[in-house]
């Protein structure tokens, strides 16, 4: 070998231990980035469909032709999801049936344990909305009418406007505060289409409004 082709080797070495290395482990690093992104992305699809078979058998089995549920077989699935993919829309959805038959069944303590968990940490603002206003449904029926008001106060979303009005007006009714009743049903009134706004609500604008006369 010539002095040159040493030289040339000697430089490559040293080409080598300067950079050969880094790229060496950059490279890997782009692997382990690309196939760990591929296998996380394959691992949420699992676990979507995992949660939304899950999910299905809840349904099936809370939705029953006859309208009575097995409710030891609802829980054990709720359980399941919770379990498997707890703080998920899948879950909280899931706790929405269980408290759905624990008030059919008459057991109002374990519906406002349900309903709480999903409204303290929703894992979207329209579960928030829908285990709130169950919520202060469950509560008004144990006769904690005011506990329920407050948890009505503050905003929502519009698409949700029509039914916490009316649910307050529902729960001042009770409390025996017809204005602030009749004020709520007018908001609920005002935030439907003409076509909506008929029907059961006019009726209790109506019932309110004979009162006073």
């Known amino acids: 070998?010539?002095?040159?082709?040493?030289?040339?080797?000697?430089?490559?070495?040293?080409?080598?231990?300067?950079?050969?290395?880094?790229?060496?482990?950059?490279?890997?690093?782009?692997?382990v980035i690309v196939f760990g992104w591929q296998a996380f992305q394959k691992y949420q699809n699992n676990q979507a469909q995992g949660a939304s078979m899950l999910y299905q058998q809840l349904l099936e089995t809370t939705l029953t032709p006859d309208g009575k549920p097995d409710p030891a077989r609802v829980a054990d699935l709720a359980g399941k999801l919770n379990n498997e993919f707890g703080g998920s829309a899948y879950a909280q959805y899931g706790s929405l049936f269980v408290a759905k038959v624990a008030v059919e069944t008459g057991k109002l303590d374990d519906a406002v344990k349900e309903l709480k968990a999903v409204a303290d940490k929703p894992a979207n603002p329209t579960l928030g909305e829908v285990a709130r206003q169950r919520l202060a449904q469950v509560l008004a029926a144990q006769n904690k009418t005011d506990e329920a008001l407050k948890l009505l106060e503050g905003d929502t979303d519009k698409a949700f406007l029509a039914t916490r009005e009316e649910l307050k007006g529902d729960l001042l009714v009770q409390l025996g505060r017809t204005?602030?009743?009749?004020?709520?049903?007018q908001k609920a009134?005002?935030?439907?289409?003409?076509?909506?706004?008929?029907?059961?609500?006019?009726?209790?604008?109506?019932?309110?409004?004979?009162?006073?006369?």
């Not at 009134?189 to 604008?205: F, N, P, T, Y």
Request: glycine share 10%.
């Open 179 to 185: 204005d602030e009743a009749y004020a709520a049903y």
């Open 1 to 31: 070998m010539s002095s040159s082709e040493d030289e040339q080797l000697a430089d490559l070495k040293d080409w080598w231990t300067r950079n050969g290395k880094p790229l060496l482990t950059g490279g890997l690093l782009a692997l």
């Open 189 to 213: 009134k005002a935030a439907l289409s003409d076509e909506a706004a008929v029907g059961g609500l006019q009726i209790k604008l109506d019932d309110l409004a004979k009162g006073d006369a």
